[in-house]
């Protein structure tokens, strides 16, 4: 009887070796991963009033100085990154990109002529070759996506992506609409958030955006 129960104390602890050595690795790299928290309060600062003194001209793509600058209303995300336990340090979230993924009518309807978009981290700057690439997010940093802004006395709020020309729109016009983004990265899942946004185009600043 106590060599059958050592027996199987022994099986047991052979099995649980096993378990131990293949999933331990994948687990602690679950475990240690980034956990990133995508914020948005209608509010500053992810609502923000600002001048543009650059604008890019979206039949060109081309960068050009704007005299005087144009009063202008941003709408933003915050993307965080927060670890997962607190018993652990946080990581790093690596290439981090945020992408308006679809564009949807009142009804949910996805508007079929919006490709997927880059959308622009304000880190990055309005110009130069890096202005749309990824980002790394340390341990508690923070940073912000820029998803649109308007114009005053411009009836389309722009969407802000690349502007080379990809034969899709890169405007939205007054009305309502539900915006689908996801950020992507290297060392973590897809992260999915919507806003529904409704705006009568008669201010430029007179936005209701809501996270859904």
Known sequence: ???????????????????????????????????????????????????????VDHRTGEVRDVRPPCPAYWIRLRLKNSKRFRILGGSVAKKCEGKLAAVRAARLERQPEYDPAVLHWVSRGRRGAHAYESIDLNYGEEEYLNVFH???????????????????????????????????????????????????????????????
């Not at 060599?3 to 331990?24: H, I, K, N, P, Y």
């Not at 992506?161 to 939205?172: A, I, K, M, Q």
């Open 150 to 212: 308007t114009e005053e006395a411009r009836l389309v709020a722009f969407i802000d992506t690349d502007p080379e020309l990809r034969g899709t729109p890169s405007v939205l016009p007054p009305g309502e609409h539900y915006l689908d983004i996801t950020i992507y990265g290297e060392n973590f899942g897809p992260v999915q958030t919507r806003l529904h946004v409704q705006w009568d185009g008669e201010r430029y600043d007179r936005i209701t955006v809501i996270k859904l």
């Open 1 to 55: 009887m106590r060599d059958s129960l050592a027996d199987w104390l022994t099986a047991l602890g052979t099995v649980g070796a096993v378990l131990v050595a293949l999933f331990r690795e994948p687990l602690m790299a679950w475990w240690r991963s980034p956990r990133l928290e995508v914020e948005f309060e209608q509010d500053e600062p992810f609502c923000r009033h600002s001048k543009i003194a650059a604008e």
